[in-house]
């Protein structure tokens, strides 16, 4: 995400970087170089105005310019004012103590609501609640259809009453279930359109009304351009949004609209969906997020990732595992699965300080080189992957054939998986790397 704005901003940097000290000349060039990037990278003319103005009145101090490190000071009051502008901290979504706390999901048609609604569900229910979805578009062919889908695939509960065909009739059905059944939450996945008109409004008045939602969400498309930072003023107007939901931000759209569109009506992200899974969707948290941007990595989100990726149980087992010298190729299969189960691997490596902004790293390459071990492996027997040493000859050409892959790929592979069981063996074999995780995947350590 933002992968064109962060790399010219990190080019201006590279640039600051090269001086030792810094005139107010150079950092008024450079905060030139940036206001081009953010405009190009869709960000609203105010909003960059706004920003940099702020910018500029800190970085031409004489505090930042006399510094040991001008250029890191100057980076660091951007940072600052880009956090601001998009909020202090994490906007915690407000959920209302009736039962159900309704949460009216809205937005343009295509922008992304039923996906989001569905994986707001899984959030939720991850932090511990009880949600219920339903689809007020009867507009749309297959509409509800398709939340139902996509929520039954998430593992989400889904009211679908066949019969109704009217959106406050069944938002008032969806209601009555929440309550007889004990859901606390109810998503509503309301219809949209392709513009903004007077019908589509008056309904969403109606269903504010009968609803009473502790949260108005707008899923703004990071891919729409300034039209997201329209639309989203224009349903704050007329219905008021307690907060912005970005979708698509996976995807190659330069995404500053999108995140202008808080600046412009005052309202928080709350949550942005990172990928097309259910389970890529995550508080939004404009810190993490400026420092992806910026190059700086998110290293806390990579933990949060892997403590809710790594099973404990699997961690501490492991420890024995590789103690014993017992390690498998089962177990590597192991690890390259909840590796994946992460995200693509471009995501993780941008959490990574650095590692995600160095140009030439091919992570398509590393996702077809997990797939291709995956299949190699799934193609052993059971006694293979326990004991790679009976693999002979005709062995690994068979498995070759199996998975699709060539006798190459399969001896890379038994290679590069004794060099694992090497390196984890050093990290774990004491009580290091692996036993340490162990430990902080310990049930207080979670974060839901």
């Not at 640039?15 to 107010?24: A, I, V």
């Not at 000349?25 to 920003?51: C, M, P, T, Y």
């Not at 639309?231 to 008021?240: P, T």
């Amino acid at each position: 995400m933002f992968e064109t704005l962060s790399e010219k901003l990190q080019g201006v940097f590279r640039s600051l970087r090269g001086h030792g000290t810094l005139s107010e000349e150079q950092v008024v060039a450079a905060l030139r170089e940036i206001r081009l990037a953010l405009l190009e990278a869709d960000v609203h003319f105010k909003v960059v105005s706004g920003l940099l103005e702020r910018v500029k009145a800190r970085a031409t101090g004489q505090d930042v310019l006399k510094s040991l490190t001008p250029a890191q000071a100057v980076i660091r009051v951007l940072r600052d004012e880009m956090v601001a502008t998009l909020g202090s901290g994490a906007s915690r979504l407000q959920l209302s103590s009736k039962i159900p706390a309704v949460v009216l999901m809205t937005g343009l048609q295509g922008s992304g609501k039923t996906t989001s609604s569905a994986k707001l569900a899984l959030w939720l229910q991850k932090a511990g609640h009880h949600p219920l979805l339903v689809s007020t578009d009867v507009y749309r062919p297959a509409a509800r259809e398709q939340l139902k889908s996509f929520a039954t695939k998430a593992g989400q509960k889904v009211h679908h009453p066949d019969a109704l065909q009217e959106p406050r009739a069944i938002l008032e059905s969806a209601l009555q279930e929440a309550r007889a059944v004990g859901h606390d939450v109810l998503i509503v996945d309301t219809a949209g359109r392709l513009h903004i008109d007077d019908e589509l409004m008056s309904e969403l008045e109606q269903l504010k009304k009968l609803g009473e939602p502790s949260e108005i969400l707008f899923v703004a498309d990071a891919m729409t351009g300034q039209d997201a930072v329209k639309s989203a003023l224009e349903f704050h107007n007329r219905i008021g949004i307690t907060g912005i939901v970005l979708s698509k931000l996976d995807g190659d759209a330069r995404g500053g609209a999108a995140l202008s569109a808080a600046a412009v009506t005052g309202k928080p992200i709350k949550f942005a969906g990172i990928g097309e899974r259910a389970e890529e969707f995550e508080a939004f948290q404009p810190d993490r997020m400026v420092s992806r941007i910026l190059g700086m990595g998110d290293v806390l989100s990579l933990i949060e990732k892997v403590e809710t990726t790594v099973d404990r149980e699997q961690a501490e087992e492991l420890v024995k595992k590789l103690r014993r010298n017992e390690f498998t190729l089962e177990d590597f299969r192991d690890q390259l699965r909840q590796v994946r189960k992460m995200g693509p691997l471009d995501q993780v490596l941008s959490m990574l300080p650095g590692v995600g902004s160095l140009k030439g790293v091919d992570t398509e390459a590393g996702e077809r080189e997990m797939r291709r071990s995956l299949a190699i492996i799934d193609s052993m027997t059971a006694r293979e992957r326990r004991d790679p040493s009976v693999l002979n000859g005709s062995r690994r050409k068979r498995i070759a054939k199996g998975s699709g892959t060539g006798v190459d790929d399969v001896n890379r592979l038994l290679k590069q998986f004794v060099q694992a069981r090497k390196l984890m063996k050093s990290f774990g074999g004491s009580g290091g790397m692996m036993q340490k995780l162990a430990a902080r995947m310990a049930p207080a350590g979670r974060i839901h």
